[in-house]
Protein backbone atom coordinates (compact mmCIF):
# COMPACT_ATOMS: atom_id res chain seq x y z
CA UNK A 1 0.00 0.00 0.00
CA UNK A 2 2.68 3.00 0.80
CA UNK A 3 4.19 1.37 -2.31
CA UNK A 4 1.28 2.29 -4.19
CA UNK A 5 1.41 5.64 -2.45
CA UNK A 6 5.16 6.87 -3.52
CA UNK A 7 4.44 5.76 -6.76
CA UNK A 8 1.01 7.77 -6.88
CA UNK A 9 2.87 10.93 -5.35
CA UNK A 10 5.94 10.69 -7.88
CA UNK A 11 3.06 10.22 -10.92
CA UNK A 12 1.71 13.90 -9.75
CA UNK A 13 5.16 15.68 -9.22
CA UNK A 14 6.44 14.26 -12.45
CA UNK A 15 3.49 15.71 -14.24
CA UNK A 16 3.55 19.31 -12.07
CA UNK A 17 7.16 19.59 -13.52
CA UNK A 18 7.07 18.57 -17.14
CA UNK A 19 4.78 21.29 -18.05
CA UNK A 20 7.39 23.83 -16.02
CA UNK A 21 10.40 21.80 -18.15
CA UNK A 22 8.39 22.11 -21.64
CA UNK A 23 7.42 26.39 -21.09
CA UNK A 24 11.01 27.19 -20.27
CA UNK A 25 12.14 24.92 -23.94
CA UNK A 26 9.04 25.48 -26.18
CA UNK A 27 9.35 29.59 -26.01
CA UNK A 28 12.67 29.90 -27.69
CA UNK A 29 14.03 30.27 -30.79
CA UNK A 30 15.48 28.02 -33.10
CA UNK A 31 18.14 27.07 -30.88
CA UNK A 32 15.88 27.46 -27.81
CA UNK A 33 17.30 30.51 -26.20
CA UNK A 34 15.51 33.34 -27.44
CA UNK A 35 12.43 34.30 -26.93
CA UNK A 36 10.72 35.49 -30.28
CA UNK A 37 8.65 38.43 -28.09
CA UNK A 38 5.57 40.00 -28.98
CA UNK A 39 4.89 39.30 -33.18
CA UNK A 40 3.03 42.94 -33.14
CA UNK A 41 4.80 45.95 -35.42
CA UNK A 42 6.20 48.41 -33.45
CA UNK A 43 5.43 51.98 -34.07
CA UNK A 44 9.04 52.89 -34.33
CA UNK A 45 11.60 50.48 -36.54
CA UNK A 46 14.65 50.87 -35.41
CA UNK A 47 16.66 50.05 -38.45
CA UNK A 48 20.42 49.92 -39.16
CA UNK A 49 22.43 50.33 -42.34
CA UNK A 50 25.65 51.71 -43.93
CA UNK A 51 26.55 54.55 -45.45
CA UNK A 52 26.74 53.20 -49.08
CA UNK A 53 25.17 54.73 -52.46
CA UNK A 54 23.71 51.46 -52.53
CA UNK A 55 22.31 51.76 -49.24
CA UNK A 56 21.73 54.82 -47.90
CA UNK A 57 23.81 58.41 -48.36
CA UNK A 58 22.59 62.26 -47.88
CA UNK A 59 22.95 64.91 -51.31
CA UNK A 60 22.17 68.16 -51.05
CA UNK A 61 20.76 67.35 -47.92
CA UNK A 62 17.86 64.98 -48.72
CA UNK A 63 18.67 61.26 -47.56
CA UNK A 64 18.86 59.07 -50.48
CA UNK A 65 19.74 55.13 -51.43
CA UNK A 66 17.92 52.33 -52.66
CA UNK A 67 17.71 50.62 -49.03
CA UNK A 68 16.51 53.63 -47.24
CA UNK A 69 14.06 54.58 -49.67
CA UNK A 70 12.32 50.86 -50.21
CA UNK A 71 13.09 50.63 -45.91
CA UNK A 72 10.63 54.36 -45.76
CA UNK A 73 8.12 53.14 -48.56
CA UNK A 74 7.14 49.99 -46.56
CA UNK A 75 7.02 52.22 -43.34
CA UNK A 76 4.73 54.55 -44.14
CA UNK A 77 2.63 51.84 -45.51
CA UNK A 78 2.30 50.42 -42.25
CA UNK A 79 2.15 53.53 -40.76
CA UNK A 80 5.46 52.74 -38.95
CA UNK A 81 7.95 55.39 -38.33
CA UNK A 82 11.88 55.01 -38.81
CA UNK A 83 14.63 55.59 -36.47
CA UNK A 84 17.72 54.98 -38.81
CA UNK A 85 21.02 54.25 -37.01
CA UNK A 86 24.19 54.33 -38.95
CA UNK A 87 26.51 51.86 -38.62
CA UNK A 88 30.43 51.79 -39.39
CA UNK A 89 30.86 48.01 -39.84
CA UNK A 90 28.33 45.89 -41.22
CA UNK A 91 29.85 43.11 -38.31
CA UNK A 92 28.77 46.11 -35.83
CA UNK A 93 25.48 46.52 -38.05
CA UNK A 94 24.95 42.71 -36.47
CA UNK A 95 26.42 42.88 -33.24
CA UNK A 96 23.42 45.79 -32.71
CA UNK A 97 21.04 43.67 -34.32
CA UNK A 98 22.22 40.56 -31.56
CA UNK A 99 21.74 43.26 -28.93
CA UNK A 100 18.66 44.72 -29.44
CA UNK A 101 19.53 47.71 -30.09
CA UNK A 102 17.63 47.58 -33.80
CA UNK A 103 14.67 45.07 -35.00
CA UNK A 104 16.38 45.30 -38.81
CA UNK A 105 19.29 45.45 -40.59
CA UNK A 106 18.26 47.33 -44.28
CA UNK A 107 21.42 46.71 -45.90
CA UNK A 108 23.01 43.85 -47.99
CA UNK A 109 23.64 41.21 -45.15
CA UNK A 110 25.67 38.21 -47.35
CA UNK A 111 23.64 35.01 -47.46
CA UNK A 112 26.40 32.56 -46.12
CA UNK A 113 27.02 30.03 -43.00
CA UNK A 114 28.73 33.02 -40.78
CA UNK A 115 25.77 35.02 -41.05
CA UNK A 116 22.59 32.14 -40.54
CA UNK A 117 23.75 31.61 -37.30
CA UNK A 118 23.50 35.25 -36.35
CA UNK A 119 20.66 36.75 -38.29
CA UNK A 120 17.64 35.40 -40.52
CA UNK A 121 17.05 37.07 -43.96
CA UNK A 122 14.51 39.18 -45.34
CA UNK A 123 13.29 41.54 -47.60
CA UNK A 124 14.58 42.46 -51.19
CA UNK A 125 17.55 40.05 -52.44
CA UNK A 126 19.83 41.20 -54.15
CA UNK A 127 22.50 38.65 -56.77
CA UNK A 128 26.45 40.29 -57.06
CA UNK A 129 30.15 39.32 -57.78
CA UNK A 130 33.21 41.14 -55.80
CA UNK A 131 35.31 42.76 -58.28
CA UNK A 132 38.53 44.10 -59.09
CA UNK A 133 38.56 47.82 -59.50
CA UNK A 134 41.65 49.03 -61.35
CA UNK A 135 42.66 51.83 -63.83
CA UNK A 136 42.32 51.45 -67.95
CA UNK A 137 44.90 53.77 -68.13
CA UNK A 138 48.50 54.44 -67.57
CA UNK A 139 49.53 52.33 -70.77
CA UNK A 140 49.78 49.32 -67.87
CA UNK A 141 48.03 45.51 -69.21
CA UNK A 142 44.80 44.99 -66.85
CA UNK A 143 44.60 42.19 -64.65
CA UNK A 144 42.89 39.39 -66.04
CA UNK A 145 43.74 36.23 -64.13
CA UNK A 146 43.82 36.14 -60.29
CA UNK A 147 47.39 34.98 -60.22
CA UNK A 148 48.03 38.26 -61.96
CA UNK A 149 47.65 39.86 -58.47
CA UNK A 150 50.39 38.13 -56.71
CA UNK A 151 53.15 40.89 -56.17
CA UNK A 152 50.16 43.79 -55.92
CA UNK A 153 49.05 46.60 -53.74
CA UNK A 154 45.51 45.82 -53.16
CA UNK A 155 43.35 48.45 -50.54
CA UNK A 156 40.20 47.19 -49.00
CA UNK A 157 37.89 48.40 -46.09
CA UNK A 158 39.08 46.73 -42.92
CA UNK A 159 37.23 43.54 -41.15
CA UNK A 160 35.30 43.56 -44.18
CA UNK A 161 33.95 40.78 -47.00
CA UNK A 162 36.48 42.39 -49.67
CA UNK A 163 39.22 42.32 -46.95
CA UNK A 164 38.37 38.30 -46.12
CA UNK A 165 37.99 37.36 -49.59
CA UNK A 166 41.52 38.76 -50.76
CA UNK A 167 42.89 36.88 -47.59
CA UNK A 168 41.52 33.83 -48.60
CA UNK A 169 42.41 34.28 -52.13
CA UNK A 170 46.21 35.50 -50.78
CA UNK A 171 46.14 32.11 -49.01
CA UNK A 172 44.92 29.82 -52.40
CA UNK A 173 47.16 31.38 -54.67
CA UNK A 174 50.32 30.61 -51.72
CA UNK A 175 50.37 34.53 -50.30
CA UNK A 176 52.79 37.36 -52.03
CA UNK A 177 49.35 39.94 -51.99
CA UNK A 178 49.90 42.80 -50.19
CA UNK A 179 46.90 43.67 -48.43
CA UNK A 180 46.27 46.80 -47.04
CA UNK A 181 43.30 47.08 -44.55
CA UNK A 182 41.66 50.59 -44.58
CA UNK A 183 40.06 51.71 -41.21
CA UNK A 184 36.32 52.32 -42.45
CA UNK A 185 36.17 55.93 -39.92
CA UNK A 186 38.74 57.04 -42.20
CA UNK A 187 37.56 55.98 -45.62
CA UNK A 188 34.35 54.28 -47.25
CA UNK A 189 34.60 51.83 -50.17
CA UNK A 190 33.68 55.00 -52.63
CA UNK A 191 36.39 56.68 -51.58
CA UNK A 192 38.68 53.91 -52.48
CA UNK A 193 37.12 53.84 -55.97
CA UNK A 194 37.77 57.68 -55.82
CA UNK A 195 41.52 57.12 -55.34
CA UNK A 196 42.23 54.25 -57.39
CA UNK A 197 40.58 56.81 -60.12
CA UNK A 198 42.68 59.47 -59.01
CA UNK A 199 46.15 57.17 -58.71
CA UNK A 200 46.60 57.57 -55.27
CA UNK A 201 46.09 53.56 -54.75
CA UNK A 202 46.09 51.36 -57.89
CA UNK A 203 43.76 48.52 -56.43
CA UNK A 204 40.35 48.08 -54.70
CA UNK A 205 37.52 45.70 -54.51
CA UNK A 206 33.68 46.64 -54.58
CA UNK A 207 30.82 44.25 -54.92
CA UNK A 208 29.56 44.62 -58.58
CA UNK A 209 26.63 46.49 -58.33
CA UNK A 210 28.32 49.35 -55.99
CA UNK A 211 31.15 49.29 -58.73
CA UNK A 212 28.20 49.75 -61.77
CA UNK A 213 27.17 52.97 -59.71
CA UNK A 214 30.44 54.15 -59.39
CA UNK A 215 31.48 53.56 -63.20
CA UNK A 216 28.84 56.45 -64.21
CA UNK A 217 31.46 58.98 -61.75
CA UNK A 218 34.40 57.16 -62.81
CA UNK A 219 34.43 55.44 -66.78
CA UNK A 220 38.66 55.47 -66.31
CA UNK A 221 38.01 52.21 -63.85
CA UNK A 222 37.75 48.89 -65.20
CA UNK A 223 35.53 46.68 -62.99
CA UNK A 224 35.06 43.36 -65.14
CA UNK A 225 37.57 41.40 -63.49
CA UNK A 226 35.29 38.99 -60.91
CA UNK A 227 37.34 38.01 -57.35
CA UNK A 228 34.30 35.72 -56.30
CA UNK A 229 31.56 33.57 -57.39
CA UNK A 230 27.75 34.94 -56.96
CA UNK A 231 26.69 35.88 -53.63
CA UNK A 232 23.44 36.46 -52.39
CA UNK A 233 22.82 39.01 -50.05
CA UNK A 234 19.19 40.40 -48.34
CA UNK A 235 18.42 42.53 -45.53
CA UNK A 236 18.05 40.66 -42.00
CA UNK A 237 16.38 40.47 -39.19
CA UNK A 238 17.09 38.58 -35.58
CA UNK A 239 16.59 34.35 -35.23
CA UNK A 240 14.04 35.58 -32.64
CA UNK A 241 12.09 37.84 -34.55
CA UNK A 242 11.50 35.77 -37.64
CA UNK A 243 7.79 37.02 -37.39
CA UNK A 244 9.43 40.56 -38.41
CA UNK A 245 11.14 39.49 -41.61
CA UNK A 246 7.76 37.61 -42.47
CA UNK A 247 5.86 40.52 -42.44
CA UNK A 248 8.59 42.81 -44.45
CA UNK A 249 8.17 39.69 -47.15
CA UNK A 250 4.53 39.61 -47.39
CA UNK A 251 4.82 43.37 -47.70
CA UNK A 252 7.23 43.47 -50.66
CA UNK A 253 5.28 40.45 -52.38
CA UNK A 254 2.77 42.12 -54.15
CA UNK A 255 2.32 43.61 -57.59
CA UNK A 256 2.45 47.26 -56.55
CA UNK A 257 5.36 47.12 -54.26
CA UNK A 258 7.73 44.91 -56.47
CA UNK A 259 6.89 47.52 -58.84
CA UNK A 260 7.68 50.08 -56.51
CA UNK A 261 11.30 47.70 -55.38
CA UNK A 262 12.24 47.58 -59.63
CA UNK A 263 11.52 51.24 -60.20
CA UNK A 264 13.93 52.08 -57.27
CA UNK A 265 16.59 48.96 -58.94
CA UNK A 266 16.62 51.42 -61.80
CA UNK A 267 17.13 54.64 -60.57
CA UNK A 268 20.11 53.37 -58.64
CA UNK A 269 21.52 50.53 -60.53
Not at 43 to 48: Q, S
Amino acid sequence: MKKTLLSLVSVILLLSVVPSFLSCRGGGGENGTETEGPRRLPDTLRVATLYSPASYFIYRGQEMGYDYELLTAMAADKGLSVKLEIAPTLARAVEMLDSGVVDLIAYEVPVTAEYKEKVVACGPENITTQVLVQPRKGGEELITDVTDLVGKDVYVEAESKYEARIRNLNEELGGGIRIHSVDRDTMITEDLIAMVSNGTIPLTIVDSDIARINKTYYNDLDITMPLSFEQRSAWAVAPGKKWLGDSIDAWLDTDANRAGQAHLLKRYF
